[in-house]
């Protein structure tokens, strides 16, 4: 399950990927925000980084403006590795050597085609498992 959450400056981008996801027939839980009136981006960050963390989602989608913000406010919850991606060969990369569990996107950097190439490559590719990429990780994670 996908948890998925943005702000008003994400919202016109997220229903782009919604429409993505529901083609593909892939398992959401959607937290918000539900229109473009303005609200709080570290709201539905949290919202959907604690979704994750604690195990209710597996993964998770954020999209504010820029992603920046969304991305800052998740990465503040332990276990998560929110990955702000531009570009498919970064999508595809903080998967196999992060193991992101969120992607972050900025709706008013990137369009709405990149953006959807990039969803689909972080959803499909799978964490490499090698070794050294499992001890940089655990050491992202250590007190
Ligand atoms: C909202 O105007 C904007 O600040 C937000 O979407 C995001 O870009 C913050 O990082």
Redesign the pocket.
Known sequence: MLALGC????YPLMKEVIQYLDEQKIAYKNFGTFSEE?VD?PVYGKMVAKAVAEGECEQGILI???????S?TANKIKGIRAALCGDVFSAKATREHNDANILAL???VTGPGLALEIVKAFLETPFSNDERHVRRIRQIEAE
């Open positions: 702000d008003h400056g994400g303005s981006y504010c403006g820029t992603g920046i913000g969304i800052i900025g709706a008013r």
